[in-house]
């Protein structure tokens, strides 16, 4: 693979066929005086997740961006799900903002070498297969990801080459997210680098706010806050289905901007003025419907509306 | 066990023995199986080495339900978290009670003092106030023909919007009032459980957001379906009721020529289409589509509430097949009956019986004579 696509994929087959050539260990990466590089990138990188912004360092060459990558996902490994949620996070970001001037030859290529997709063009579309497409799109929220509103025909979906883009960067996002090695004691520098990162987290996350009632709260509700709690990245829909219903309950807006905080890409400004915009607008929780539309209903609860009641009706699924 | 089971059960057993060869499971030893008992038991978490050890399975226990689960995996026998998916059949179940109109055979009974009446079970009985009451669901012919027109859809969508080919699909009439689809695709058969429901929300229409199937040039709309789930919503307008004027407008959108619209005709049409929507769209319960540790019938196996076999079937076979035809359990000894509950008309083969009134003893064949009874409307006397 050519040096500049491997940068966008560190992660793939042939950045670890590199490493295993090159024969280093996470104990060479911890200590080598020659890798210093690689290792401030990689705290970089962390810092950057934990703050919710993306850090694309001026250059890069491809070895740095795989050591760097391979210390910063076994730092994440050790401090948690919640760490490697804001990794999988930066990384996603970081592939749509070196990607935004990739041809859509290079664009196939990387989807065909890393995430073994079959692609073809047509026109100006990207042509992919239904299943793959799915298993990108389900963790995008909005109207046009749903492939009711997709160009689908065949068992093939044809998407603008930006919507392309966006669809492997939640590849990228999975990739992070998968095949996580069990790290349960890091080399003493790398070490050392967990607990900065984890010092600047618990900066980050404030204080628990109080959570009365979550217990009752409806199943998709709590699957999106628990969701949260893990650190992963909402839809749009999900964070106003949440701020809605927290409202109608009585949350006070500080308390959701609050929750808010666990988000990888939070941001207290945006987060203040979206939920006081909703909060002064009054919207309604979703209905069951709409919520089933966004893909946000985890199963039949029973309940027909969000707002009415906060007990399960008794009810039998079969008959 | 009541007397009426162990009869009906060891013509069951029967069935097995004698018909026991079209019993046909893909990789058996991946499955898991479920077996409901004629005194209520439920037996799971166990499998079968090969399609021989299964029907041998089958003749031993005679169970009143036998099911095989929609995943494959490599311990099937463990406990549900030790037992290792390898991959999931895509699952579509497509079940008549749901659909309109079907139903109005069914009774509720109560166990206690014998009363019985149409329409919606009562808590308690009207009669005695007992709590024992009990729905009895009729097999009734129509639906069975709306649940087919279902299936029909259903294969149709597969097959056009998702390229799934018909010999990856298996298709089965479940023995009583619905169809099972699995589709046995490499790459279906690896979907995530999000991804799953992501389709079967596809397949019910939801999801969609009508504006997205429009263009705007200048002040003219121009229709630009993107998936056949919303080509096929905007062709049924055809049979909407609305103003002359509207229907020209649809049937020139159709034709892809651009169309002036009005605000107010543009949102009309959109309500109608999100309509339209509801009724192409195949009926099926897309709770179980996500869900992948479901379990079906096994293919030509008897179901305890009909005594029909779960006929594999073929998507060219739909149109003809009739279940109260093809599916009777193929055993026509004379059985004596009493008839509990009345019986409607009902047809085994080509031979039409009942109606029967409460009461009634009478002489019928087995085939008739167990759907009869497993309906709960007849004993054996
Ligand atoms: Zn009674």
């Given at each position: 693979?050519?040096?500049?696509l ?20 996470l ?31 001026r250059?890069?060459?491809?070895l740095?961006t795989?050591?760097?990558y391979?210390?910063?996902?076994a ?10 949620n804001?990794?999988?996070e930066?990384e ?13 030859d290079d664009l196939i290529?990387v ?8 692609v ?13 497409y799915l298993?990108?799109?389900?963790r995008?929220g909005?109207a046009k990801?749903r492939?009711?509103?997709r160009?689908?025909s ?5 998407l ?7 669809m ?24 050392e680098?967990a607990?900065?990162?984890?010092l ?7 204080r628990k ?6 217990k009752d ?8 806050m628990?969701?949260l ?5 909402l ?15 009585g949350?006070?807006?500080d308390?959701i901007v609050?929750?808010f905080?666990n988000?990888?890409?939070f941001?207290?400004?945006?987060a203040r ?5 909703i909060?002064?607008?009054?919207y309604?929780?979703?209905?069951c419907?709409t919520?089933?539309?966004?893909g946000?209903?985890?199963g039949e ?13 008794e009810?039998?699924?079969?008959s | 066990?009541?007397?009426d089971l162990l ?8 069935y097995y ?5 079209t019993i046909?499971?893909r990789n ?5 199986f ?5 005194d ?17 399975g ?14 494959k995996?490599?311990?099937p026998?463990?406990?549900m978290?030790e037992k290792?998916?390898i ?18 055979e069914?009774i509720?009974v109560?166990?206690?003092c ?13 009669k005695?106030g007992g ?6 669901h009729?097999?009734?012919?129509k639906?069975?023909i709306a649940a ?6 259903l ?10 080919k018909?010999?990856?699909m ?11 689809l ?7 058969s ?9 389709l079967?929300?596809y397949?019910?229409g939801?999801g ?8 705007k040039?200048?002040a ?12 096929r919503a ?8 609305a103003?002359?004027?509207?229907k020209?407008?649809v ?8 169309t002036?619209?009005s605000?107010?005709e ?8 999100s ?6 769209s ?9 869900d992948t540790s479901?379990?079906?019938?096994i ?12 006929l ?5 076979d739909?149109?003809?097949?009739d279940?109260?035809r093809?599916?009777?359990i193929p055993?026509t000894?004379?059985?004596t009956?009493?008839v ?6 009902f ?7 009942g ?6 003893r ?8 167990i759907?009869?009874?497993?309906s709960g ?5």
């Open positions: 693979m050519e040096e500049r491997l940068l966008l994929l560190p992660f793939s087959e042939a950045a670890k066929n590199i490493v295993k050539e090159q024969g280093l260990s104990e060479d990466l911890a200590y080598d005086p020659l890798l210093r590089d690689a290792r401030e990138l990689a705290k970089y990188k962390l810092m950057a997740a934990i703050a919710g912004r993306v850090h694309v360092p250059y890069e060459n491809a740095l795989i050591y760097s391979i210390i910063a996902k730092v994440a490994a050790y401090l948690g799900r919640f760490v490697l804001r990794l999988a930066h996603a970001k970081r592939f749509m903002i070196i990607t935004e001037n990739l041809s859509m290529y989807a065909k070498e890393a995430f073994s997709l079959e073809r063009i047509s026109g100006d579309n990207v042509v992919v297969e239904v299943p793959d298993e990108a799109s389900t995008i909005g990801w492939i009711i509103n160009k689908i065949k068992g093939f979906v044809q603008p080459i930006d919507d392309f883009r966006r492997l960067s939640e590849l990228v996002r999975a990739r992070v997210l998968t095949s996580v090695p069990e790290v349960s004691s890091l080399p003493k520098p790398l070490e680098m607990s900065q990162i984890s600047m987290l618990k900066e980050k996350v404030s706010s109080k959570r009365g009632k979550v709260f409806p199943p998709c509700i709590k699957q999106i628990e969701k709690r893990r650190g992963e990245n839809p749009h829909q999900a964070r106003f289905a949440l701020t809605t219903f927290l409202l109608k309950v949350w006070s807006e308390q609050d929750l905080r988000s990888p890409d941001n207290e400004k945006i003025y979206q939920v006081h915009h909060a002064s607008k009054g309604s929780p979703p209905k419907e919520m089933r539309g966004w946000l209903c985890p609860c029973g309940r027909r509306y969000l707002t009415e009641g906060l007990k399960y009706e009810g039998s699924p079969d | 066990m009541k007397r009869i009906v059960r060891s013509f069951f057993r029967k023995e004698e018909l026991g060869d046909y499971v058996p030893s991946e499955r898991e479920m077996f409901m008992t004629f209520g038991k439920v037996r799971r978490h166990f499998t079968f080495k090969d399609a021989k050890s299964l029907r041998e089958l003749v031993r226990e005679a169970p009143r339900h036998a099911y095989y689960s929609v995943s995996y490599r311990d026998s463990a406990p978290e290792g998916p991959s999931s059949d895509l699952l579509f179940d497509i079940d008549a009670t749901e659909l309109e109109g079907c139903g109005q069914d509720w109560c166990e206690r014998g009363a019985y009446g149409h329409g919606d079970k009562p808590k308690k009985c009207p005695c709590q024992d009451v009990k729905l009895l009729w097999l009734d012919e639906c069975m087919k027109n279902e299936l029909k859809k294969i149709n969508l597969l097959r056009e919007d998702l390229g799934i018909e010999e990856d298996i298709l089965s009439y479940t023995g009583n009032r619905g169809f099972h699995r589709v046995v695709s490499e790459k279906y690896s979907l995530s459980k999000d991804a799953r429901r992501e079967a929300l397949v019910i939801s969609a957001d009508v504006r997205l199937w429009f263009r040039i200048g003219l709309y121009v229709f630009d379906p993107p998936s056949g789930q919303a080509k905007m062709q049924n307008l055809f049979t909407i009721k103003s002359e004027n509207l020209r407008k049937s020139d959108m159709i034709k892809g020529k651009p002036r619209l605000s107010r543009l949102s009309l049409i959109s309500s109608l289409i309509k339209s929507l509801q009724e192409v195949p009926k099926i319960d897309w709770m179980v589509t996500m479901r379990f079906t019938r293919p030509n196996s008897l179901h305890g509430k009909t005594g029909f076999r779960a594999l079937l073929t998507p060219s739909i149109d003809e097949f279940p109260f093809a599916s009777p055993i000894e004379e059985i009956l009493k509990r509950y009345p019986v409607p008309k047809r085994i083969h080509r031979n039409l019986f109606p029967y009134s409460e009461g009634e009478l002489s019928l064949p087995a085939n008739a004579a759907f009869l009874i497993l409307r007849a004993e054996i006397l």
